[in-house]
């Protein structure tokens, strides 16, 4: 739209804003807490799905719209946003609804961006590893999966 040309990050933002709604209607996901993760020790990483949390989803923009986003809906400041784009920052979102009905919203770097979107595709361990590339750093990525309760359950099996 000319109106909203010099607006240029308001179409990411507002697919941001969709998947976050999408996420407040996903089906849930059981499993038990924490996920049993044993097979990673003992099963080829192409057999293995890791399943993340309901309404798991990956926007990546050339735009803050992490910073922004949480400066409207987290009470963040929005000294932070006029910081960001003053940067040039660009964000990839991961977004997920915790074990109740809040979404969460963080920012991924390059490699847990790419990795974490082709879990969310389905693909398997092995896939995702690949697609992130060597300087990827799963151990850290894991971690900060279960802490932020992203990582739900790991599946053993080809799902086709």
Partial sequence: SDQL?????????ARLDWVVHAATRAADVSGAWPP???????TDPSQ???QL??????VA?????????RAHHADEPF????????????????VWRDDGFAIDVEALDTRDA???????????????L?????????????ERALRSRWLLALHVGDPS
């Fill in 48 to 50: 293995l799905r890791l």
């Fill in 61 to 69: 923009s050339r735009w803050p719209i992490v910073t922004i986003w």
């Fill in 5 to 13: 040309a010099d607006e240029p990050c308001l179409a990411d933002s």
């Fill in 130 to 142: 690949d697609t992130a590339g060597v300087d990827f750093h799963f151990d850290r990525w894991l």
């Fill in 36 to 42: 049993a993760l044993g097979a990673l020790a003992t």
């Fill in 53 to 58: 949390a309901a309404g798991a989803a990956v």
């Fill in 114 to 128: 790419a990795f974490t979107e082709a879990v969310t595709r389905g693909r398997s361990l092995a896939e995702a």
């Fill in 79 to 94: 000294d932070n946003v006029r910081a960001a784009f003053e940067a040039a920052r660009e964000e990839t979102a991961l």
